[in-house]
């Protein structure tokens, strides 16, 4: 695994506030760190004295995100899905996106939302090793290999960041699974492409289409 690439990763903003980034001591448990989180999105109500954090969060800011090897957790919405997450990957490179405002719009989803979104960075590559289906675009499969444990079959995409090109997303028009294809096809070679997905997925009607479902197989 590569560490995370923060030049191609987007922060997110925030209305009115700006997010700073932690650095998380590697091999460490969340429960080491010294940290006490309450609420929702998680919010920092104690920092031990001997927490290695120290100095480098404060009590009553808010965590946003985390940024884990090649892929980004943002909009969180609890305290044991960010302990999980933390603990899960306690053994590679881990950055917390903290910030003093409750108020959280990441610019490539572009909406609030009760539920947590997963940004992946997608490797320079014809072989994307997953499938997708319909409208929006929902994952059906995932072939073996870097994307098994980072994709899900019943995921919906939110979106696609490609550099250089409009954000793709429903709120752009034309977010269809065909589309997308093409669009990961023609860029198969560009650094930086970013597919936002969420957990879930909800049936929507493309307007001007009587194919709501376009099938899609990418591998």
Known sequence: MNVPNNDIVAVATLEGSQTYLVDLPMEVPPEMLGLTLTGSPPTISQVDLKSPLQGKVQVGHYIHAVKLVNMEILNLVGCNHLTEVLRFNANYPRQLVISHSISFI??????????????????????????????????????????????????????????????????????????????????????????????????????????????CVIS
């Open 106 to 215: 990441d610019p490539m989803v572009g909406k609030r939302a009760n539920h947590p979104f997963f940004k992946h960075q997608l490797s320079p590559s014809p072989q994307l090793g997953f499938a997708i289906l319909g409208f929006p675009p929902v994952i059906s499969s995932v072939a073996e290999g870097e994307m098994k444990t980072r994709l899900f079959p019943g995921q919906t995409v939110e979106a696609l960041h490609i550099p250089g090109r409009p954000l793709m997303n429903l709120q752009a028009g034309g977010f269809t699974s065909h589309n997308v294809y093409r669009a990961l096809s023609e860029t198969s070679g560009v650094e930086g492409r970013q597919l936002i997905v969420r957990d879930g997925h909800k049936v929507q009607k493309e307007v001007g289409s009587n194919a709501c479902f376009d099938d």
